[in-house]
């Protein structure tokens, strides 16, 4: 029992530090992102390794049910791995335990009955990014409002300030 | 906390399976289960067109294996694919067929066979 409490009180105290740390650097636009080098090699060789905060547990569960079919490409890379790409973003998920403040409000603003698959097409994304002008998307270095890190140059760190966006010509 | 734990080990457990070799030793694999590759064949697997959703190796990874390339749909840039350019290609053998894989897979519409593999390594080794 005391164990239990002991570990609730690590969480929280750890949830509270993430949440404060870039809330008091930045406007908190800095997201958790999964140890290790997992992550980045199997989820960051097609494109930017998005932050599991940007969209919910039950968006990253679907996804890596269908991975052999993830957006027209075979992305799967054995089921053990699998699984533990699964858990961590699960772990890190925008109505996860470790849920900044942003996080959360990425997880209210989608329907509890929708599991997006698309950062890019979520209320979220495109409220933060009404005022880029419509042609940026398709220059060459960018093609894609998914390539995040083309503007966002610390993206794959979970790192989305407004003061490290860099778009390129 | 606990989760996070476990998630963590998962995830040094698995970075720690990738094991390391050198591309001539990669090669060597691909070589002996194929019994040889030509450096011939090799490039007109990357500069072929093909079948596939992409119709070629150079879609992604350029004309040039030696250049940086650019994923055509997600418009990621990719680093070079050529050894003598990035030192981290075909080290590690796994990741080798991971890419051969999904690659083949999306140019020649199936995967490709030993002799194929064998023959496009042969081709990114004999690049200077």
Redo the contacts between chains.
């Keep these: 029992m005391t164990r239990h409490v002991t ?1 609730a009180g ?2 929280l105290a ?1 949830g509270l530090a993430l949440a404060a740390l870039p809330a008091a650097a930045d406007d908190g636009a800095a997201f958790p992102m ?6 980045l ?1 199997e989820c960051g060789g ?3 390794a998005y932050a599991p905060g940007l969209l919910p547990a039950r968006s990253w569960k679907k996804m890596m049910a269908e991975l052999e079919h993830h ?5 799967t ?1 054995g089921a ?2 699998e ?2 790409v699964s ?2 973003l699960t ?1 890190l998920a925008a109505d996860g ?2 849920a900044n403040t942003l996080m959360r409000r990425i997880a209210g603003s989608i329907p509890a009955a929708d599991a997006p698959q698309r950062i890019s097409g979520t209320p979220f994304f495109k409220f933060m990014h009404d005022e880029v002008p419509n042609s940026f998307w398709k220059r ?5 409002a ?2 995040c ?2 503007c966002h140059t610390r993206a794959n760190l979970g790192r989305y300030y407004e003061r490290e966006v860099s778009i390129p010509k | 906390m606990k989760i996070s734990i476990l998630a963590m080990t998962l995830a040094l457990a698995y970075s720690g399976l990738t094991s390391a070799a050198t591309p001539q030793q990669i090669l060597a694999e691909l070589n002996a289960k194929a019994g040889g590759s030509s450096v011939a064949r090799g490039e007109k697997l990357y500069r072929g067109q093909f079948g596939g959703e992409i119709k070629s190796c150079m879609g992604c990874h350029t004309e040039d294996a030696r250049a940086s390339g650019r994923h055509v749909k997600t418009h990621k840039a990719i680093e070079p694919l050529a050894p003598v350019a990035n030192k981290e290609r075909f080290t590690d053998m796994a990741k080798v067929e991971k890419w051969f894989r999904r690659n083949c897979k999306e140019v020649l519409a199936r995967e490709c066979t030993a002799q194929e593999k064998a023959d496009f390594t042969a081709y990114m080794l004999s690049l200077k």
């Design positions: 570990l690590l969480t750890a999964p140890e290790g080098k997992l992550y090699e097609c494109h930017t957006f027209g490409e075979d992305a890379f053990e791995a699984k533990a858990a961590l772990e335990r470790r060459t270095k960018i093609g894609t998914a390539n890190v083309a």
